[in-house]
């Protein structure tokens, strides 16, 4: 194969190079293969093989040289025939084109960065039924608020119980004989409101009696007392719990668990994947991990009803397993671009005009604790890149694996066609069809070398039995 200079053609021309040394066309073809993700298309000719191929790929196989200025080899040249200009028209998409840039959109986040979903309840009626379940109420309350309450809930009861305390003593005169020793109030030195409302926080909190003491001469401050201790510890049990379950809810755990900042699309086994990374920055790790990704976006039916933000199931290895991850070191989670996926037939220029936003899902169990643990994050547009790839971050060092965080976020370009999963893969079974057709098997050599040679043996037999061996038939019929 002759190295050659790149002629001055549009990016989507394609060229034809004569392959005529041995061993040179599969060489090529692998090389190909590693570099554009497709096998070439060979096109029988008097000269051996002709080679169909892109000239943005060309550089990277080795075969244009770096100086405009050297001649162009006689062995490439533009195609001009009806049906390879067909065909060069057809898989135009492999042809990256001049670069766009971007439109820029001001979509407005379904979920946030760091997690948080944008969306508010509104003109909400029935606010009875966050009563129906108060505890959740409560739990989901910001912290200034839970604290306000949880102050409130121990401050009102020690009033509403002090105050009753208070009543009793009033309506029993207790007030009036305080200087009387031969009276037996309901408490003794219970002398006014202050008194009854410290008697009601000892009661209530089984701090312990001192000076203030309940007779048994008041049977209904005996019932009060059995009152206030089973609501006092209910109460107890239900704010304790609020806060308990608050402040061990896995919120913050989800701060620990990052996402890469950036999606990518790239090839992967020959065909294109939508790529993310994720990666746990603690040493205690998630247990029962798993990923879900979600397509958001707006659609209208074939009947007219327009969707707004309809999801849109991402797989992610649900079938084979792969969504379930053992995530000790940062992972990058693939999305197969095949006929299931909403994105088999975009390309890289309908993806940056297109409007959606890629929701993933990470839940797991905190291994500290056993509590559910889930971590959000978002891709718009503008942050998904065609034709990059994920810089690695593991390295090995002396009995150990390193992360380096600080490359977490970064990718690299890699070369990537620029046509959509579904072009490619139309594309790559007509090139199949093209080199089953165009290259002959050294079977059908041998099967057409035996077949030759039956003829050949049969014609010198008939040549035998002409000479004399046996009459031919036509001298046995005349006799």
């Not at 508010?120 to 409560?138: A, H, S």
């Not at 009753?164 to 020793?181: M, V």
């Not at 095949?338 to 037939?345: I, K, L, M, Q, V």
């Not at 003829?455 to 010198?460: C, F, T």
Request: glycine share 6%; proline share 5%.
């Amino acid at each position: 194969m002759q190295r050659v200079e790149k002629p001055s053609l549009d990016t989507s021309a394609s060229v034809e190079l004569a392959i005529t040394e041995p061993g040179a066309q599969a060489n090529f073809t692998a090389k190909l293969l590693l570099v554009s993700g497709s096998p070439p298309c060979y096109l029988p000719s008097t000269q051996g093989f002709l080679l169909y191929c892109y000239w943005p790929w060309m550089p990277h196989l080795g075969l244009l040289g770096e100086s405009p200025s050297r001649p162009r080899a006689a062995a490439a040249r533009a195609v001009t025939s009806p049906a390879a200009a067909a065909m060069a028209q057809e898989n135009a998409a492999f042809s990256p084109g001049p670069e766009e840039p971007p439109r820029r959109r001001g979509r407005q986040r379904y979920v946030e960065k760091d997690g948080r979903c944008n969306v508010q309840q509104g003109n909400v009626r029935e606010t009875y039924r966050y009563l129906t379940d108060l505890f959740t109420t409560l739990v989901d309350l910001q912290w200034r608020l839970s604290l306000l309450f949880f102050v409130l809930a121990y401050a009102l009861t020690w009033l509403f119980f002090g105050a009753i305390w208070w009543l009793i003593a009033y309506g029993r005169g207790d007030l009036e004989h305080l200087e009387d020793t031969a009276w037996t109030p309901c408490v003794n030195n219970l002398n006014g409101f202050v008194a009854a409302f410290l008697f009601s926080i000892e009661t209530e909190t089984t701090i312990g009696y001192g000076h203030r003491v309940i007779t048994d001469q008041c049977p209904e401050g005996i019932v009060l007392l059995l009152l206030q201790a089973i609501l006092g510890s209910m109460v107890n049990a239900f704010m304790v719990g609020c806060m308990f379950v608050k402040i061990s809810q896995p919120n913050k755990r989800a701060a620990t668990l990052v996402f890469s900042s950036h999606a990518v699309v790239s090839l992967r086994d020959g065909r294109l994947c939508l790529m993310f990374r994720v990666g746990d920055l603690r040493s205690s790790h998630i247990v029962e991990a798993s990923i879900r990704a979600k397509l958001i976006r707006s659609r209208q039916t074939l009947e007219g009803e327009f969707i707004p933000l309809h999801q849109t199931d991402l797989s992610v290895g649900f079938d084979t397993g792969d969504d379930r991850l053992f995530l000790v070191s940062p992972l990058v989670i693939s999305h197969e671009i095949d006929a299931a996926s909403p994105f088999w037939e975009a390309s890289r220029r309908a993806l940056e005009r297109d409007d959606f936003e890629i929701v993933v899902i990470l839940e797991g169990m905190v291994e500290a604790t056993g509590m559910t643990c889930q971590a959000r994050s978002s891709y718009l547009v503008d942050e998904v890149l065609w034709g990059h790839r994920f810089t690695s971050v593991l390295t090995l060092e002396d009995g150990f694996y390193e992360v380096d965080y600080a490359s977490f976020h970064q990718t690299f370009e890699v070369p990537t066609p620029s046509c959509s999963a579904r072009e490619l893969a139309e594309a790559a079974a007509r090139l199949d069809a093209h080199l089953y057709w165009s290259i002959p098997s050294r079977l059908d050599e041998k099967v057409e070398e035996e077949g030759a040679g039956e003829g050949a043996s049969e014609g010198a037999g008939a040549d035998k039995e002409q000479n004399g061996c046996l009459p031919p038939p036509e001298s046995e019929s005349k006799v």
